[in-house]
């Protein structure tokens, strides 16, 4: 039986300053009364406190970290910890953002030991995958995603990955205003579930929640949503105003 959670994230990457981000959500609060979806915002560290204390009282609203450290902590300047993302109100941590993968080299295998701790914490990791255009090109982008998997999550025993939230994110449709078809955000995520199932079986493939990232807008959102094994979106430019980031809420 299917029991996934449809969830609409929100990056907001290196975007807004304090003032600005409590303002956002306030309005937010205001502007949608919408039940049924997750909405995970993913805040700037020096925001968690103060968003957390702002939507306290709303069950449907989490808080995510954009990265946090592999280690427990230590000499390790400028980094930052599960423990002390915890302590500040995040639930989920987005890991393997394409662009901490580019712009900080983070490997699969670091990546590795950051899903397993955060894990081990009681942090659920938004864990990021998908191709660059050349990849897509060369039609290696199923086998591409698929190492990813497996060398970034897929050491998890099955009790560990029913915690995992899933974002496929082509790059080449990342803040670019170019977005996958629906049709092919659907071949992705049934091959992503297809993995899943291939390693843990049917039942937790079938709970896995899949996200697609890359592009979503307002006139987008519901036909991307509307297929069968996308199951919400990891949003970047559009989670950043408030009345586009309300239209793709409702867009399920
Ligand atoms: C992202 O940063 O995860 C993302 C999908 O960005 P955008 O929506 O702007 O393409």
């Known amino acids: 039986m299917e029991n996934r959670q449809q969830i609409a994230a929100g990056n907001w990457k290196m975007n807004k300053t304090y003032d600005e981000g409590i303002s956002f959500v ?25 968003i957390a204390d702002s939507v306290a009282n709303t069950a449907n609203i989490k808080l995510a970290a954009q990265n946090s450290h592999e280690k427990e902590s230590g000499a390790y300047t400028g ?7 915890l302590s500040v109100g995040a639930e989920y941590v987005i890991l393997g953002h394409s662009e901490r993968r580019e712009h900080y080299k983070e490997s699969n295998e670091v990546l590795c030991k950051k899903v397993e701790h955060s894990i081990s914490k009681g942090l659920i990791p938004i864990f990021c995958c998908g191709e660059s255009l050349r990849i897509r090109k060369a039609k290696i982008h199923v086998d ?6 497996n060398e ?3 050491h998890l025993s099955k009790e560990a990955f029913a915690n995992v939230v899933i ?10 205003g170019e977005t996958a078809t629906p049709e092919q955000a659907q071949d992705m995520h049934k091959a992503i579930r297809n993995l899943i ?53 409702n867009s399920f």
């Open 26 to 50: 306030n309005e937010l609060l205001e502007k949608t009364n919408e039940e049924n979806v997750l909405i995970v915002l993913g805040v700037p560290f020096v925001h968690l406190k103060g």
């Open 79 to 85: 980094e930052i910890s599960a423990d002390m993302l």
């Open 144 to 149: 591409f995603v698929s190492n990813q998997l």
């Open 152 to 154: 970034g999550l897929f």
């Open 167 to 176: 974002a496929y994110e082509p790059i080449w449709a990342i803040g670019t």
């Open 197 to 249: 199932e291939k390693k843990y079986g049917n039942d937790t493939a079938q709970n896995t929640s899949i996200l697609y990232g890359g592009s979503v807008k307002p006139d987008n959102a519901k036909d991307i949503f509307s297929q069968p094994d996308v199951d919400g979106g990891l949003i970047g430019g559009a989670s950043l105003n408030v009345d586009d980031f309300v239209q793709i809420i």
